[in-house]
DNA sequence: ATAAATAGTTATACTTTTGTAACCATTTTT
DNA sequence: AAAAATGGTTACAAAAGTATAACTATTTAT
């Protein structure tokens, strides 16, 4: 029995995995049309460049590298989107006192003001469609959501390969 | 009380929608570069192919507008990626007997077939990543995402500006 | 029957993102 | 001290996606 149960244990895991990653390509390509569009439309900003800000509102501070970690972005794009910000003092750059090779960004209150903004603008449409929704299953995906969000962010998607090394241990 | 009660209902209820959005704004990233950035390593179909035929296994047939719909993709940017898959025989078109402007799409066996070597193959990376969680999150991942996933696909992504209508009722 | 609307394609210009390699400054290794 | 590694930038080529307009074929409205 104890073997017996490893072994459902075992594949309900592997099930478990497959059916999440089927859920999570799901996903994707729907959040990833609704806000790219918007984005679009109703902001200067490149998608790339509100990634870079958002990611920045989750940490207190980044070096290039990790950006371009958190989001798999290759490094000389994560520095073309970082200026980017800057010109709008949307974010700044402070060299690390330890390392003076590392440069890390940080969001300027502005940035975070604007990022606000951003995402309310962003989110209208989005918005009128979950309004739609009845409480519970707004309830519902709220919390899912967050449940989804707080795992995924976890886990790190690095990547070594494409301009010198990535993440490294957290 | 029954005026207070509303009220709060109401006021949860934004601030709901407002973590959902949030929530949602933050989850897309993170997918967003973990599965494009396989996408183009490891299949030859652009990201944009494969979410057409993604969004083909949901359903049994949709015609161009209506993918153009489900993705938030442009018209001209739909037939090409339908080509693509056309060439590969992952699916093909056929009139609707109704009205023959219309041209639906459907997955071929082949299709069927190809999309789930190409999702176990650009889940790797992730795979590996999820088999770090424990049972328990992974669970928890499990049912979460399943959950986002099928509130999402209730709510239709459409546009109605670029090139003609789009998304009709269900 | 004619005009207007709809579904889809073609063509074209453009923006965003990716990939690569060369390069500088700093730090680490030896 | 010299060599190797690391963090970041620059520059350039290529892929992917977006926006728009003009066009054909079919259907709907008048």
Redesign the pocket.
Known sequence: MNNYSFITMSENNIISIDSVIENLISIHPLLS?TF??SI??KTNL????LYVLGVLTHYEKL????IGCKL????????????KLIVENMVE?FFDPA??????IRITPKGIEDFNDIKQSISEEMRHKLELLDNETLEKLSVASLQVKEILMTIDMDRT?????CC?SE
């Open positions: 049309k790219t569009r679009r439309h490149n998608p790339g460049s070096s290039m590298s990790e798999a972005m290759p490094k000389p794009h994560v520095t073309n989107q970082v200026d750059r390392d003076r090779r590392i440069i890390n390969k494409t301009s010198g090394t490294k």
